[in-house]
Nanobody, 123 residues
């Protein structure tokens, strides 16, 4: 079990950028796949991006080329979001799991979730 603390959400105009961070409380992400999901009002939660401990990454098609997931240090993973669009507006959730490969991680049935951070992109 790992406690996840997200930060960095906010309001930005279309075309702007935001950086989200996810910190593991009291431990590192060693051996974990860590990633981001989002849920817009009235929609189901969807996968955004993930990163494994060896540096491998995977992105949803909708964010590929605009978002970058990276490891800042052993306990923090960030999501750099550029060229934001109004349709990126959602609550963004960090998630982590030490028992699922990335191909399964994207399905979202994971052990550990953060509390969520709001991202709003105005047109």
């Amino acid at each position: 079990q790992v406690q996840l603390v997200e930060s960095g959400g906010g309001l930005v105009q279309a075309g702007g950028s935001l950086r989200l961070s996810c910190a593991a409380s009291g431990r590192t992400f060693s051996g974990y796949v860590t990633g981001w999901f989002r849920q817009a009002p009235g929609k189901e939660r969807e996968f955004v991006a993930c990163l494994n401990w060896h540096g491998g990454t995977f992105y949803a098609d909708s964010v590929k080329g605009r978002f970058t997931i990276s490891r800042d240090n052993a306990s923090t993973v960030s999501l750099q979001m550029n060229s934001l669009k109004p349709e990126d507006t959602a609550i963004y959730y960090c998630a982590a799991d030490d028992s699922q490969p990335m191909v399964v991680f994207v399905r979202g049935k994971l052990k550990n979730w953060g509390q969520g951070t709001q991202v709003t992109v105005s047109s």
